[in-house]
């Protein structure tokens, strides 16, 4: 059920016409540095889609969970962007519980800083 809610959350990122499955890939992985600025216009692009709110109303410095978003929504917002960027974000940075400080903190801001600083 997790595998096909990611697939049809990606269907806005890359068109999958076959929910059930993983998509092949949503993006291919990014060979080219992208700008702070622009990889974090993806991420929440990525966070609205999967929440189905505006962009306009998606503030980057508020922490994730302040959305409403549940233990669920921040997998597939944490896959989302794994898969967009073909970068995996270590788990002190997610935090491994709900109740992790770390979870507490996560905003769409520290995830553009990680991704923007882990370029080549």
Do not use: W
């Amino acid at each position: 059920m997790r595998r096909q809610r990611f697939c049809c959350s990606l269907r806005l990122l890359s068109s999958p016409s076959h929910c059930g499955k993983p998509p092949a890939t949503a993006n291919p992985p990014v060979t080219a540095a992208l700008s702070y600025d622009h990889i974090l216009t993806r991420i929440q692009k990525i966070f609205a889609e999967l929440l189905g709110k505006p962009e306009a109303d998606i503030d980057v410095t508020k922490p994730i969970e302040s959305y409403g978003a549940d233990e669920l929504d921040i997998v597939e917002i944490i896959m989302a962007v794994e898969a967009e960027f073909g970068f995996e974000i270590p788990d002190s940075v997610i935090g491994e519980k709900q109740s992790d400080p770390a979870r507490k903190a996560l905003t769409i801001q520290k995830l553009a800083r990680l991704i923007a600083n882990s370029q080549p």
